[in-house]
Protein backbone atom coordinates (compact mmCIF):
# COMPACT_ATOMS: atom_id res chain seq x y z
CA UNK A 1 0.00 0.00 0.00
CA UNK A 2 1.63 3.39 -0.74
CA UNK A 3 1.75 5.55 1.61
CA UNK A 4 0.49 8.83 -0.05
CA UNK A 5 -2.67 6.82 0.27
CA UNK A 6 -2.75 7.01 4.48
CA UNK A 7 -0.69 9.50 5.24
CA UNK A 8 -1.55 13.44 4.36
CA UNK A 9 1.90 14.87 2.01
CA UNK A 10 4.71 16.01 4.66
CA UNK A 11 5.30 19.17 2.13
CA UNK A 12 3.14 20.85 -0.79
CA UNK A 13 4.16 23.51 -3.17
CA UNK A 14 1.53 26.05 -4.23
CA UNK A 15 0.34 26.03 -7.55
CA UNK A 16 2.83 27.37 -9.88
CA UNK A 17 2.06 28.38 -13.41
CA UNK A 18 4.62 27.26 -16.07
CA UNK A 19 4.36 26.58 -19.98
CA UNK A 20 0.64 27.41 -20.14
CA UNK A 21 0.28 24.75 -17.31
CA UNK A 22 -0.46 24.64 -13.39
CA UNK A 23 2.16 22.44 -11.71
CA UNK A 24 1.89 21.33 -7.79
CA UNK A 25 3.77 19.20 -6.31
CA UNK A 26 3.83 16.70 -2.76
CA UNK A 27 6.32 15.07 -0.93
CA UNK A 28 6.19 11.73 0.80
CA UNK A 29 9.28 10.23 2.54
CA UNK A 30 9.92 7.20 4.48
CA UNK A 31 13.06 5.22 5.90
CA UNK A 32 12.28 1.74 6.37
CA UNK A 33 14.02 0.53 3.28
CA UNK A 34 17.45 1.46 4.88
CA UNK A 35 19.56 -1.19 4.69
CA UNK A 36 17.30 -2.83 1.65
CA UNK A 37 18.81 -6.08 0.36
CA UNK A 38 18.14 -7.51 -2.75
CA UNK A 39 19.65 -10.07 -5.62
CA UNK A 40 22.59 -7.29 -6.07
CA UNK A 41 23.13 -7.28 -2.35
CA UNK A 42 22.76 -5.03 0.49
CA UNK A 43 21.85 -1.03 -0.34
CA UNK A 44 24.13 0.04 2.73
CA UNK A 45 24.54 3.50 1.58
CA UNK A 46 20.11 4.19 1.47
CA UNK A 47 18.93 6.25 3.70
CA UNK A 48 15.74 7.14 2.29
CA UNK A 49 12.76 6.77 -0.27
CA UNK A 50 10.82 9.84 -1.60
CA UNK A 51 7.35 9.97 -3.15
CA UNK A 52 7.04 13.68 -4.84
CA UNK A 53 3.83 13.47 -7.02
CA UNK A 54 3.49 16.10 -9.95
CA UNK A 55 -0.34 17.26 -10.08
CA UNK A 56 -0.24 19.08 -13.50
CA UNK A 57 -3.91 20.93 -14.43
CA UNK A 58 -4.51 22.00 -18.22
CA UNK A 59 -7.90 23.51 -19.39
CA UNK A 60 -9.78 22.67 -15.72
CA UNK A 61 -8.18 18.61 -16.06
CA UNK A 62 -5.70 17.31 -13.76
CA UNK A 63 -3.20 14.68 -14.45
CA UNK A 64 -1.05 12.97 -11.48
CA UNK A 65 2.55 11.68 -12.09
CA UNK A 66 4.46 9.65 -9.16
CA UNK A 67 8.01 10.01 -8.97
CA UNK A 68 10.44 7.80 -6.66
CA UNK A 69 13.29 8.97 -5.61
CA UNK A 70 16.31 7.24 -3.38
CA UNK A 71 18.98 8.67 -1.41
CA UNK A 72 22.16 8.20 0.47
CA UNK A 73 20.78 11.86 2.44
CA UNK A 74 20.67 11.46 6.06
CA UNK A 75 16.98 12.09 6.96
CA UNK A 76 17.50 15.70 8.91
CA UNK A 77 19.47 16.80 5.84
CA UNK A 78 17.45 18.55 3.89
CA UNK A 79 13.78 19.67 5.10
CA UNK A 80 10.68 18.90 3.40
CA UNK A 81 10.37 22.07 1.15
CA UNK A 82 14.11 21.60 0.58
CA UNK A 83 13.46 18.43 -1.19
CA UNK A 84 10.63 19.60 -3.44
CA UNK A 85 12.81 22.86 -4.60
CA UNK A 86 15.90 20.12 -5.13
CA UNK A 87 13.00 17.80 -6.83
CA UNK A 88 12.03 20.67 -9.20
CA UNK A 89 16.13 22.23 -9.55
CA UNK A 90 16.87 18.61 -10.74
CA UNK A 91 14.81 18.48 -13.39
CA UNK A 92 15.38 21.97 -14.63
CA UNK A 93 18.86 20.66 -15.09
CA UNK A 94 17.37 18.63 -18.53
CA UNK A 95 16.73 22.01 -20.14
CA UNK A 96 20.55 22.04 -20.82
CA UNK A 97 21.03 18.39 -21.35
CA UNK A 98 18.13 18.71 -23.86
CA UNK A 99 19.66 21.49 -25.68
CA UNK A 100 23.03 20.23 -26.52
CA UNK A 101 21.75 16.89 -27.05
CA UNK A 102 18.91 17.97 -29.61
CA UNK A 103 20.25 21.10 -30.73
CA UNK A 104 24.55 20.44 -30.57
CA UNK A 105 24.10 17.03 -31.53
CA UNK A 106 26.05 15.83 -28.26
CA UNK A 107 25.03 12.62 -28.50
CA UNK A 108 25.09 11.80 -32.10
CA UNK A 109 28.78 10.90 -32.31
CA UNK A 110 31.84 11.44 -30.42
CA UNK A 111 33.67 14.29 -31.48
CA UNK A 112 37.10 12.51 -30.14
CA UNK A 113 37.96 9.87 -28.73
CA UNK A 114 41.84 10.06 -27.70
CA UNK A 115 43.46 10.63 -24.96
CA UNK A 116 43.82 14.36 -23.31
CA UNK A 117 41.68 15.81 -26.11
CA UNK A 118 38.31 14.16 -24.70
CA UNK A 119 38.50 16.42 -21.23
CA UNK A 120 39.81 19.51 -23.07
CA UNK A 121 37.07 19.32 -25.88
CA UNK A 122 34.74 18.83 -23.29
CA UNK A 123 35.65 21.93 -21.55
CA UNK A 124 35.71 24.27 -25.03
CA UNK A 125 32.49 22.65 -25.59
CA UNK A 126 31.05 23.57 -22.12
CA UNK A 127 32.77 27.20 -22.69
CA UNK A 128 30.87 27.55 -25.79
CA UNK A 129 27.60 26.62 -24.94
CA UNK A 130 27.92 28.97 -22.03
CA UNK A 131 28.98 31.74 -24.17
CA UNK A 132 25.83 31.02 -26.96
CA UNK A 133 23.42 30.50 -24.17
CA UNK A 134 24.09 34.18 -22.57
CA UNK A 135 24.50 35.49 -25.80
CA UNK A 136 20.86 33.67 -26.67
CA UNK A 137 19.26 34.69 -23.45
CA UNK A 138 20.80 38.34 -22.79
CA UNK A 139 21.94 39.78 -25.99
CA UNK A 140 19.16 38.59 -28.27
CA UNK A 141 16.22 38.78 -26.36
CA UNK A 142 14.05 42.05 -26.92
CA UNK A 143 11.54 44.00 -24.25
CA UNK A 144 7.99 43.58 -24.65
CA UNK A 145 6.14 46.97 -23.81
CA UNK A 146 5.80 46.66 -20.42
CA UNK A 147 8.94 46.11 -19.93
CA UNK A 148 9.84 43.02 -19.27
CA UNK A 149 12.07 41.17 -21.75
CA UNK A 150 10.71 38.72 -23.94
CA UNK A 151 11.58 35.37 -24.53
CA UNK A 152 14.67 33.44 -25.73
CA UNK A 153 14.99 33.36 -29.67
CA UNK A 154 15.11 29.73 -31.06
CA UNK A 155 18.18 27.74 -31.09
CA UNK A 156 17.75 27.60 -34.86
CA UNK A 157 17.83 31.56 -35.12
CA UNK A 158 21.02 31.65 -32.70
CA UNK A 159 22.95 29.53 -34.69
CA UNK A 160 21.98 31.48 -38.01
CA UNK A 161 22.68 34.58 -36.22
CA UNK A 162 26.47 33.28 -35.07
CA UNK A 163 26.87 31.32 -38.75
CA UNK A 164 25.88 34.54 -40.69
CA UNK A 165 28.15 36.70 -38.40
CA UNK A 166 31.47 34.12 -39.12
CA UNK A 167 30.84 34.35 -42.38
CA UNK A 168 30.61 38.28 -42.85
CA UNK A 169 34.06 37.64 -40.89
CA UNK A 170 35.33 35.45 -43.68
CA UNK A 171 34.56 37.61 -46.01
CA UNK A 172 36.07 40.65 -44.62
CA UNK A 173 39.08 39.04 -43.81
CA UNK A 174 39.54 37.51 -46.80
CA UNK A 175 42.03 39.39 -49.47
CA UNK A 176 40.46 40.07 -52.35
Known amino acids: MSLATVEPPEAQTDWERRNGKC ?14 ENT ?24 TEDRYFITAIEWHYLDPDQILLLVRNHWGV ?11 REDSAPWCTHGEAIPALGILRLMAYNL ?10 GRKRDG ?5 VTWRITFKIIEHALQLNVEYCTPG
Open 23 to 36: IRRQLWRTGPMEGF
Open 40 to 63: AGKWTHLRQTWLVRQETEINGKIT
Open 94 to 104: EVTFNSLDLQW
Open 132 to 141: VQIFRCCRLR
Open 148 to 152: TKSSP
